[in-house]
DNA sequence: GGATGTGAAGTAGTTCACAGCC
DNA sequence: GGCTGTGAACTACTTCACATCC
Protein backbone atom coordinates (compact mmCIF):
# COMPACT_ATOMS: atom_id res chain seq x y z
CA UNK A 1 0.00 0.00 0.00
CA UNK A 2 1.04 3.72 0.05
CA UNK A 3 4.12 5.03 1.56
CA UNK A 4 1.82 7.79 3.40
CA UNK A 5 -0.40 5.08 4.52
CA UNK A 6 1.84 2.23 6.20
CA UNK A 7 3.92 4.91 8.62
CA UNK A 8 1.28 4.73 10.92
CA UNK A 9 -2.14 4.61 10.43
CA UNK A 10 -2.72 6.06 13.92
CA UNK A 11 -4.47 9.59 12.57
CA UNK A 12 -6.89 10.95 15.20
CA UNK A 13 -10.47 11.30 14.43
CA UNK A 14 -10.23 15.28 14.52
CA UNK A 15 -7.46 15.20 12.03
CA UNK A 16 -8.95 12.72 9.51
CA UNK A 17 -11.94 15.06 9.63
CA UNK A 18 -9.46 18.14 9.39
CA UNK A 19 -7.65 16.53 6.51
CA UNK A 20 -10.36 17.58 3.74
CA UNK A 21 -10.49 20.58 4.62
CA UNK A 22 -6.54 21.21 4.08
CA UNK A 23 -7.46 19.37 1.27
CA UNK A 24 -9.92 21.74 -0.57
CA UNK A 25 -7.88 24.47 0.87
CA UNK A 26 -5.01 23.11 -1.41
CA UNK A 27 -6.69 22.73 -4.52
CA UNK A 28 -8.51 26.39 -4.01
CA UNK A 29 -4.86 27.57 -3.74
CA UNK A 30 -3.50 25.49 -7.27
CA UNK A 31 -6.79 26.68 -8.70
CA UNK A 32 -5.58 30.25 -8.51
CA UNK A 33 -1.90 29.27 -8.93
CA UNK A 34 -0.31 29.38 -5.43
CA UNK A 35 2.43 26.96 -5.17
CA UNK A 36 3.33 27.84 -1.37
CA UNK A 37 2.15 28.27 1.38
CA UNK A 38 2.39 27.37 5.47
CA UNK A 39 1.07 26.44 8.79
CA UNK A 40 0.13 29.85 9.74
CA UNK A 41 -1.96 30.81 6.05
CA UNK A 42 -3.50 26.93 6.35
CA UNK A 43 -4.31 27.73 9.53
CA UNK A 44 -5.94 31.11 9.11
CA UNK A 45 -8.34 29.45 6.41
CA UNK A 46 -9.27 26.24 8.41
CA UNK A 47 -9.96 27.99 11.34
CA UNK A 48 -7.31 26.27 13.25
CA UNK A 49 -4.05 27.10 14.77
CA UNK A 50 -0.69 26.38 12.97
CA UNK A 51 0.37 24.08 15.50
CA UNK A 52 -2.57 22.05 14.62
CA UNK A 53 -2.05 21.98 11.34
CA UNK A 54 1.45 21.23 11.58
CA UNK A 55 0.38 18.47 13.75
CA UNK A 56 -1.77 17.37 11.46
CA UNK A 57 0.24 16.98 8.56
CA UNK A 58 2.82 15.76 10.40
CA UNK A 59 1.38 12.69 10.22
CA UNK A 60 1.33 11.99 7.31
CA UNK A 61 4.99 11.94 7.01
CA UNK A 62 7.52 15.03 6.53
CA UNK A 63 6.08 16.76 3.73
CA UNK A 64 6.88 20.69 4.52
CA UNK A 65 10.52 22.05 3.98
CA UNK A 66 11.51 24.15 7.07
CA UNK A 67 12.15 27.91 6.65
CA UNK A 68 9.51 27.70 3.06
CA UNK A 69 6.29 25.76 4.18
CA UNK A 70 4.06 23.41 2.09
CA UNK A 71 4.14 22.72 -1.52
CA UNK A 72 0.75 23.08 -2.20
CA UNK A 73 0.53 20.22 -4.70
CA UNK A 74 2.72 18.24 -2.60
CA UNK A 75 -0.39 18.72 -0.13
CA UNK A 76 -3.00 18.02 -2.47
CA UNK A 77 -1.35 14.89 -3.65
CA UNK A 78 -0.27 13.53 -0.35
CA UNK A 79 -3.91 14.58 1.23
CA UNK A 80 -5.37 12.60 -0.86
CA UNK A 81 -3.05 9.09 -0.75
CA UNK A 82 -3.66 8.88 3.36
CA UNK A 83 -7.43 9.18 2.70
CA UNK A 84 -7.08 6.17 0.59
CA UNK A 85 -8.46 7.85 -2.45
CA UNK A 86 -6.42 5.27 -4.74
CA UNK A 87 -9.18 3.03 -3.87
CA UNK A 88 -12.21 2.26 -5.79
CA UNK A 89 -15.41 3.41 -4.31
CA UNK A 90 -18.76 2.22 -5.82
CA UNK A 91 -21.31 4.18 -4.61
CA UNK A 92 -25.41 3.44 -4.39
CA UNK A 93 -28.16 6.00 -3.44
CA UNK A 94 -31.44 5.03 -2.08
CA UNK A 95 -34.25 7.98 -2.44
CA UNK A 96 -33.95 10.37 -5.24
CA UNK A 97 -36.13 13.15 -4.03
CA UNK A 98 -34.26 16.85 -4.74
CA UNK A 99 -31.41 15.82 -2.37
CA UNK A 100 -30.69 12.62 -3.95
CA UNK A 101 -31.00 13.76 -7.52
CA UNK A 102 -28.81 17.09 -6.37
CA UNK A 103 -26.05 14.44 -5.60
CA UNK A 104 -26.67 12.54 -8.88
CA UNK A 105 -25.95 15.57 -10.58
CA UNK A 106 -23.50 17.47 -8.36
CA UNK A 107 -20.10 17.38 -9.28
CA UNK A 108 -18.82 18.48 -5.58
CA UNK A 109 -20.24 15.34 -4.28
CA UNK A 110 -18.41 12.55 -5.76
CA UNK A 111 -14.44 11.83 -4.16
CA UNK A 112 -12.09 10.97 -6.80
CA UNK A 113 -12.14 7.56 -6.74
CA UNK A 114 -15.95 7.13 -6.16
CA UNK A 115 -18.43 6.03 -9.04
CA UNK A 116 -22.39 6.04 -8.53
CA UNK A 117 -23.35 2.76 -10.10
CA UNK A 118 -26.79 2.38 -8.74
CA UNK A 119 -29.74 4.31 -8.11
CA UNK A 120 -33.04 3.13 -5.89
CA UNK A 121 -36.55 4.76 -5.38
CA UNK A 122 -40.14 2.98 -5.09
CA UNK A 123 -41.49 5.68 -7.44
CA UNK A 124 -42.69 3.39 -10.61
CA UNK A 125 -42.77 6.55 -12.62
CA UNK A 126 -38.37 6.21 -12.19
CA UNK A 127 -38.03 2.75 -11.96
CA UNK A 128 -36.82 1.42 -15.37
CA UNK A 129 -35.65 5.22 -16.27
CA UNK A 130 -31.78 6.53 -16.26
CA UNK A 131 -30.11 9.47 -14.51
CA UNK A 132 -26.97 10.65 -15.68
CA UNK A 133 -26.78 7.19 -17.43
CA UNK A 134 -27.32 5.15 -14.08
CA UNK A 135 -30.13 2.73 -13.84
CA UNK A 136 -33.00 3.20 -11.47
CA UNK A 137 -34.29 0.29 -9.98
CA UNK A 138 -36.54 -1.07 -7.25
CA UNK A 139 -34.90 -1.38 -4.11
CA UNK A 140 -37.54 -3.93 -2.88
CA UNK A 141 -36.20 -6.12 -5.43
CA UNK A 142 -32.59 -6.13 -3.82
CA UNK A 143 -29.44 -3.80 -4.04
CA UNK A 144 -26.52 -4.53 -5.83
CA UNK A 145 -23.26 -4.40 -3.86
CA UNK A 146 -21.15 -1.57 -3.32
CA UNK A 147 -18.58 0.02 -1.18
CA UNK A 148 -20.79 3.27 0.24
CA UNK A 149 -24.94 3.57 0.14
CA UNK A 150 -26.49 6.94 0.57
CA UNK A 151 -29.60 7.22 1.87
CA UNK A 152 -31.96 10.22 0.82
CA UNK A 153 -35.01 8.57 1.53
CA UNK A 154 -37.73 10.60 3.65
CA UNK A 155 -37.80 9.68 7.26
CA UNK A 156 -40.27 6.88 7.67
CA UNK A 157 -37.96 5.04 4.83
CA UNK A 158 -34.57 5.78 5.98
CA UNK A 159 -34.67 2.26 8.31
CA UNK A 160 -36.25 -0.15 5.07
CA UNK A 161 -33.51 1.11 3.01
CA UNK A 162 -30.50 0.97 5.89
CA UNK A 163 -31.84 -2.72 5.88
CA UNK A 164 -31.79 -3.47 2.29
CA UNK A 165 -28.57 -1.77 2.03
CA UNK A 166 -27.26 -4.26 5.07
CA UNK A 167 -28.71 -7.08 3.11
CA UNK A 168 -26.16 -6.18 -0.09
CA UNK A 169 -23.63 -6.70 2.55
CA UNK A 170 -23.12 -3.00 2.68
CA UNK A 171 -20.66 -1.69 5.54
CA UNK A 172 -20.52 1.88 4.97
CA UNK A 173 -23.74 4.51 5.03
CA UNK A 174 -24.45 7.91 4.72
CA UNK A 175 -27.48 8.91 5.93
CA UNK A 176 -29.05 12.05 5.03
CA UNK A 177 -32.77 11.34 6.66
CA UNK A 178 -33.41 12.20 10.23
CA UNK A 179 -33.50 8.93 11.42
CA UNK A 180 -31.24 6.89 13.55
CA UNK A 181 -30.50 3.87 12.52
CA UNK A 182 -30.56 0.12 13.49
CA UNK A 183 -27.45 -1.39 12.16
CA UNK A 184 -25.26 -4.42 12.80
CA UNK A 185 -22.22 -4.05 14.72
CA UNK A 186 -19.27 -3.33 12.07
CA UNK A 187 -21.82 -1.54 10.02
CA UNK A 188 -20.40 2.39 9.36
CA UNK A 189 -23.06 4.93 9.68
CA UNK A 190 -22.04 8.41 9.47
CA UNK A 191 -25.29 10.92 10.15
CA UNK A 192 -25.56 14.26 8.30
CA UNK A 193 -28.73 16.43 9.32
CA UNK A 194 -29.01 19.34 7.89
CA UNK A 195 -31.54 20.30 10.88
CA UNK A 196 -28.93 19.28 13.66
CA UNK A 197 -26.55 21.87 11.66
CA UNK A 198 -28.82 24.53 12.15
CA UNK A 199 -29.43 23.69 15.42
CA UNK A 200 -25.81 24.01 16.39
CA UNK A 201 -25.73 27.17 14.38
CA UNK A 202 -28.67 28.13 16.65
CA UNK A 203 -27.14 27.47 19.82
CA UNK A 204 -23.90 29.51 19.04
CA UNK A 205 -26.55 32.75 18.29
CA UNK A 206 -28.28 32.46 21.40
CA UNK A 207 -25.37 31.85 23.44
CA UNK A 208 -22.30 34.00 24.20
CA UNK A 209 -19.84 31.79 21.82
CA UNK A 210 -21.60 33.87 18.93
CA UNK A 211 -21.43 37.42 17.74
CA UNK A 212 -24.10 38.33 19.48
CA UNK A 213 -22.89 37.47 22.76
CA UNK A 214 -19.02 38.83 21.45
CA UNK A 215 -16.36 37.32 21.24
CA UNK A 216 -13.90 35.47 18.40
CA UNK A 217 -16.32 32.90 17.58
CA UNK A 218 -13.49 29.87 17.31
CA UNK A 219 -15.85 26.74 17.42
CA UNK A 220 -12.93 23.86 17.01
CA UNK A 221 -14.20 20.43 17.25
CA UNK A 222 -17.69 20.83 16.68
CA UNK A 223 -18.72 16.72 16.89
CA UNK A 224 -21.34 15.61 14.37
CA UNK A 225 -22.89 12.25 15.51
CA UNK A 226 -21.72 9.38 14.49
CA UNK A 227 -21.54 6.08 14.59
CA UNK A 228 -23.14 2.99 15.91
CA UNK A 229 -23.39 -0.63 17.69
CA UNK A 230 -26.67 -2.41 17.33
CA UNK A 231 -29.32 -1.94 20.15
CA UNK A 232 -30.04 -4.36 21.88
CA UNK B 1 -34.26 33.99 29.85
CA UNK B 2 -35.39 30.29 30.25
CA UNK B 3 -33.92 28.47 33.31
CA UNK B 4 -32.03 25.67 31.79
CA UNK B 5 -29.81 27.79 30.09
CA UNK B 6 -28.90 30.42 32.92
CA UNK B 7 -27.72 27.22 34.45
CA UNK B 8 -24.47 27.70 33.03
CA UNK B 9 -24.03 27.89 29.09
CA UNK B 10 -20.86 25.63 29.83
CA UNK B 11 -22.25 23.21 27.48
CA UNK B 12 -19.40 21.81 25.45
CA UNK B 13 -19.35 21.95 21.68
CA UNK B 14 -19.22 17.84 21.74
CA UNK B 15 -22.63 18.27 23.84
CA UNK B 16 -23.91 20.27 22.23
CA UNK B 17 -23.38 18.27 18.79
CA UNK B 18 -24.84 15.42 20.91
CA UNK B 19 -28.13 16.78 22.21
CA UNK B 20 -29.54 17.31 19.12
CA UNK B 21 -29.34 13.40 18.52
CA UNK B 22 -30.67 12.82 21.39
CA UNK B 23 -33.72 14.87 21.02
CA UNK B 24 -34.38 13.13 17.75
CA UNK B 25 -34.21 9.48 19.83
CA UNK B 26 -36.40 10.97 22.22
CA UNK B 27 -39.01 12.26 19.00
CA UNK B 28 -38.47 8.94 17.74
CA UNK B 29 -39.49 7.07 21.10
CA UNK B 30 -42.49 9.54 20.91
CA UNK B 31 -43.79 8.70 18.03
CA UNK B 32 -43.19 4.74 19.11
CA UNK B 33 -45.36 5.66 22.14
CA UNK B 34 -42.27 5.13 24.64
CA UNK B 35 -42.68 7.93 27.34
CA UNK B 36 -39.59 6.28 29.75
CA UNK B 37 -35.95 5.84 28.87
CA UNK B 38 -32.82 5.36 30.04
CA UNK B 39 -29.08 6.36 29.55
CA UNK B 40 -27.95 2.87 28.85
CA UNK B 41 -30.72 3.05 26.07
CA UNK B 42 -30.46 6.33 24.80
CA UNK B 43 -26.49 5.70 24.69
CA UNK B 44 -27.31 2.59 22.70
CA UNK B 45 -29.00 4.43 19.71
CA UNK B 46 -26.95 7.52 19.53
CA UNK B 47 -23.37 5.93 20.16
CA UNK B 48 -21.97 6.56 22.79
CA UNK B 49 -21.61 5.09 26.03
CA UNK B 50 -24.15 5.45 29.41
CA UNK B 51 -22.06 7.89 31.30
CA UNK B 52 -21.59 10.26 28.26
CA UNK B 53 -25.40 10.96 28.07
CA UNK B 54 -25.64 11.07 31.85
CA UNK B 55 -22.67 13.67 31.42
CA UNK B 56 -24.24 15.49 28.89
CA UNK B 57 -28.00 15.70 30.06
CA UNK B 58 -27.01 16.67 33.46
CA UNK B 59 -25.50 19.92 32.23
CA UNK B 60 -29.32 20.56 31.38
CA UNK B 61 -30.20 20.18 34.98
CA UNK B 62 -31.46 17.20 36.66
CA UNK B 63 -34.25 16.02 34.58
CA UNK B 64 -33.85 12.40 35.40
CA UNK B 65 -35.19 10.26 38.21
CA UNK B 66 -32.75 8.04 39.71
CA UNK B 67 -33.56 4.85 39.79
CA UNK B 68 -35.75 5.12 36.74
CA UNK B 69 -34.09 6.41 34.05
CA UNK B 70 -35.72 9.97 32.02
CA UNK B 71 -39.13 10.86 30.58
CA UNK B 72 -38.99 11.36 27.45
CA UNK B 73 -40.96 13.81 26.48
CA UNK B 74 -39.42 16.03 29.37
CA UNK B 75 -36.20 15.30 27.51
CA UNK B 76 -37.33 16.56 24.20
CA UNK B 77 -38.85 19.81 25.68
CA UNK B 78 -35.34 20.29 27.81
CA UNK B 79 -32.90 19.93 25.11
CA UNK B 80 -35.33 21.94 22.79
CA UNK B 81 -35.01 24.76 25.48
CA UNK B 82 -31.39 24.46 26.33
CA UNK B 83 -30.55 24.95 22.35
CA UNK B 84 -32.76 27.95 22.24
CA UNK B 85 -35.96 26.87 20.18
CA UNK B 86 -37.45 29.18 22.07
CA UNK B 87 -36.24 31.93 19.69
CA UNK B 88 -37.53 32.81 16.81
CA UNK B 89 -34.99 32.39 13.43
CA UNK B 90 -35.28 34.01 10.10
CA UNK B 91 -33.52 31.69 7.46
CA UNK B 92 -32.44 32.95 3.80
CA UNK B 93 -31.23 30.35 1.24
CA UNK B 94 -29.22 31.46 -1.81
CA UNK B 95 -28.73 29.33 -4.56
CA UNK B 96 -32.34 27.27 -5.73
CA UNK B 97 -30.55 24.05 -7.37
CA UNK B 98 -31.56 20.58 -6.25
CA UNK B 99 -30.10 20.95 -3.09
CA UNK B 100 -31.45 24.80 -2.18
CA UNK B 101 -35.21 23.42 -3.33
CA UNK B 102 -34.81 20.15 -0.96
CA UNK B 103 -33.96 22.53 1.25
CA UNK B 104 -36.94 24.55 1.02
CA UNK B 105 -39.68 21.35 0.45
CA UNK B 106 -38.02 19.33 3.19
CA UNK B 107 -39.85 19.01 6.81
CA UNK B 108 -36.97 18.17 8.20
CA UNK B 109 -34.76 21.16 7.36
CA UNK B 110 -36.13 23.47 10.06
CA UNK B 111 -35.60 23.23 13.27
CA UNK B 112 -38.63 24.41 15.36
CA UNK B 113 -38.73 28.06 15.50
CA UNK B 114 -37.02 28.76 12.17
CA UNK B 115 -38.64 30.29 9.56
CA UNK B 116 -37.45 30.63 5.44
CA UNK B 117 -38.31 34.21 4.53
CA UNK B 118 -36.17 34.70 1.74
CA UNK B 119 -34.86 33.09 -1.57
CA UNK B 120 -32.49 33.98 -3.59
CA UNK B 121 -31.26 32.98 -7.48
CA UNK B 122 -29.72 34.61 -10.04
CA UNK B 123 -31.40 32.98 -12.20
CA UNK B 124 -33.85 35.20 -14.39
CA UNK B 125 -36.25 32.65 -15.17
CA UNK B 126 -36.77 32.01 -11.56
CA UNK B 127 -36.24 35.93 -9.80
CA UNK B 128 -39.77 36.64 -9.31
CA UNK B 129 -41.79 33.36 -8.54
CA UNK B 130 -42.26 31.92 -5.55
CA UNK B 131 -41.23 28.48 -3.98
CA UNK B 132 -43.49 27.34 -1.10
CA UNK B 133 -45.09 30.63 -0.93
CA UNK B 134 -41.69 31.65 -0.43
CA UNK B 135 -40.41 35.21 -3.00
CA UNK B 136 -37.53 34.37 -5.12
CA UNK B 137 -34.90 37.42 -5.18
CA UNK B 138 -32.04 38.42 -6.70
CA UNK B 139 -29.28 38.34 -4.57
CA UNK B 140 -27.10 41.45 -6.29
CA UNK B 141 -29.91 43.52 -5.35
CA UNK B 142 -29.40 43.07 -1.53
CA UNK B 143 -30.28 40.27 0.48
CA UNK B 144 -33.01 40.87 3.38
CA UNK B 145 -31.52 40.74 6.97
CA UNK B 146 -31.90 37.30 8.63
CA UNK B 147 -30.70 35.09 11.56
CA UNK B 148 -29.31 32.87 9.42
CA UNK B 149 -27.87 32.67 5.88
CA UNK B 150 -27.86 29.05 3.84
CA UNK B 151 -26.02 29.22 0.83
CA UNK B 152 -26.32 26.14 -1.77
CA UNK B 153 -24.53 28.27 -4.67
CA UNK B 154 -22.31 26.07 -7.02
CA UNK B 155 -18.77 26.44 -6.06
CA UNK B 156 -17.52 29.62 -7.98
CA UNK B 157 -20.53 31.51 -6.17
CA UNK B 158 -20.74 30.76 -2.68
CA UNK B 159 -17.93 33.86 -1.65
CA UNK B 160 -19.99 36.51 -3.42
CA UNK B 161 -22.83 35.08 -2.00
CA UNK B 162 -21.41 35.13 1.30
CA UNK B 163 -20.49 38.51 0.65
CA UNK B 164 -24.30 39.22 -0.19
CA UNK B 165 -24.91 37.84 3.54
CA UNK B 166 -22.39 39.17 4.80
CA UNK B 167 -23.28 42.91 3.60
CA UNK B 168 -27.29 41.78 5.27
CA UNK B 169 -25.50 41.71 8.73
CA UNK B 170 -26.05 38.34 8.61
CA UNK B 171 -23.57 36.21 11.07
CA UNK B 172 -23.94 32.83 10.99
CA UNK B 173 -24.02 31.06 7.61
CA UNK B 174 -24.22 27.30 6.67
CA UNK B 175 -22.11 26.54 3.97
CA UNK B 176 -23.37 23.38 1.43
CA UNK B 177 -21.03 24.45 -1.38
CA UNK B 178 -17.31 22.87 -1.16
CA UNK B 179 -15.76 26.44 -0.70
CA UNK B 180 -14.09 28.28 2.19
CA UNK B 181 -15.81 30.93 2.73
CA UNK B 182 -13.53 34.28 3.38
CA UNK B 183 -15.75 36.44 6.41
CA UNK B 184 -14.83 39.03 8.55
CA UNK B 185 -14.66 37.89 12.18
CA UNK B 186 -17.54 37.54 14.03
CA UNK B 187 -19.37 35.11 11.71
CA UNK B 188 -19.82 31.79 12.21
CA UNK B 189 -19.70 29.37 9.43
CA UNK B 190 -20.67 26.62 9.39
CA UNK B 191 -19.68 23.90 6.84
CA UNK B 192 -21.31 20.80 5.76
CA UNK B 193 -19.98 19.38 2.71
CA UNK B 194 -20.94 15.88 0.98
CA UNK B 195 -17.94 14.82 -0.16
CA UNK B 196 -15.94 15.49 3.04
CA UNK B 197 -18.70 13.15 4.72
CA UNK B 198 -17.52 10.90 1.76
CA UNK B 199 -13.76 11.03 2.36
CA UNK B 200 -14.46 10.23 6.35
CA UNK B 201 -16.51 6.88 5.55
CA UNK B 202 -13.80 6.16 2.52
CA UNK B 203 -11.08 6.42 5.41
CA UNK B 204 -12.75 4.00 7.71
CA UNK B 205 -13.54 1.68 4.50
CA UNK B 206 -9.50 1.63 3.79
CA UNK B 207 -7.98 1.39 6.86
CA UNK B 208 -8.23 -0.27 10.39
CA UNK B 209 -11.20 1.45 11.79
CA UNK B 210 -13.82 -0.39 9.03
CA UNK B 211 -15.34 -3.40 8.77
CA UNK B 212 -12.77 -4.47 6.22
CA UNK B 213 -10.12 -4.06 8.43
CA UNK B 214 -12.24 -5.97 11.24
CA UNK B 215 -13.11 -4.47 14.59
CA UNK B 216 -16.00 -2.47 16.10
CA UNK B 217 -16.48 0.76 14.27
CA UNK B 218 -16.92 3.17 17.16
CA UNK B 219 -16.03 6.16 15.51
CA UNK B 220 -16.81 8.53 18.39
CA UNK B 221 -16.37 12.72 18.39
CA UNK B 222 -15.88 12.85 14.16
CA UNK B 223 -15.39 16.92 14.06
CA UNK B 224 -16.91 18.33 11.18
CA UNK B 225 -15.03 21.91 9.70
CA UNK B 226 -16.12 24.35 11.48
CA UNK B 227 -15.75 28.19 12.04
CA UNK B 228 -13.59 30.68 11.00
CA UNK B 229 -11.99 33.91 11.01
CA UNK B 230 -10.94 36.20 8.22
CA UNK B 231 -7.75 35.19 6.63
CA UNK B 232 -4.92 38.28 6.74
C1' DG C 1 -33.18 -2.63 43.53
C1' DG C 2 -31.87 0.41 40.13
C1' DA C 3 -30.53 4.39 37.58
C1' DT C 4 -29.06 9.17 38.06
C1' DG C 5 -25.59 12.68 38.86
C1' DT C 6 -20.82 13.61 39.78
C1' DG C 7 -16.05 13.71 41.98
C1' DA C 8 -11.88 11.49 40.54
C1' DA C 9 -9.11 9.06 37.18
C1' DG C 10 -7.92 8.31 32.73
C1' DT C 11 -7.47 9.40 27.83
C1' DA C 12 -7.28 12.17 23.84
C1' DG C 13 -6.44 16.38 21.57
C1' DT C 14 -4.46 20.92 21.42
C1' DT C 15 -1.06 24.34 22.11
C1' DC C 16 3.46 25.81 23.57
C1' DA C 17 8.04 26.40 22.72
C1' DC C 18 12.11 25.30 20.73
C1' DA C 19 15.58 22.31 18.44
C1' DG C 20 16.55 21.23 13.78
C1' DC C 21 16.86 22.18 9.09
C1' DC C 22 16.42 24.81 4.87
C1' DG D 1 15.97 34.44 9.15
C1' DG D 2 12.00 31.56 9.01
C1' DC D 3 9.10 27.63 9.28
C1' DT D 4 8.68 22.77 10.15
C1' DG D 5 8.31 18.85 13.19
C1' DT D 6 7.86 17.32 17.86
C1' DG D 7 8.71 16.46 23.04
C1' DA D 8 6.52 18.47 26.95
C1' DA D 9 2.74 21.01 29.18
C1' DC D 10 -1.77 21.86 29.15
C1' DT D 11 -6.65 21.57 28.34
C1' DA D 12 -10.80 19.21 27.20
C1' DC D 13 -13.45 15.26 26.99
C1' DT D 14 -14.69 10.71 28.37
C1' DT D 15 -15.16 6.95 31.44
C1' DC D 16 -15.12 4.86 35.90
C1' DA D 17 -17.12 4.04 40.10
C1' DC D 18 -19.97 5.07 43.69
C1' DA D 19 -22.74 7.93 46.85
C1' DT D 20 -27.39 9.49 46.38
C1' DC D 21 -32.04 9.40 45.82
C1' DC D 22 -36.51 7.45 43.97
Known sequence: MSSALNRQNQLSEPTIARLPVYQRIAQEMLRRGTTKTDSKRLGELAGVTPATVRRDLSGLGPLGTRGSGYDVQTL???????????????????????????????????????????????????????????????????????????ICTPAEAAQAAADALVGANIHAILNFSPRVLDVPVGTAVRYVDFSIELQILAYHLTNGTGPLGGGLLRTLGLTTPPVVARPS
Chains 1, 2 share one sequence.
Open 76 to 150: EVQIDEALGHNRHYDVVIVGLGNLGRALVGSTNFLIRGAQIIGLYDIDPSLVGTTLNNIPVLDPREGIMNATIGV
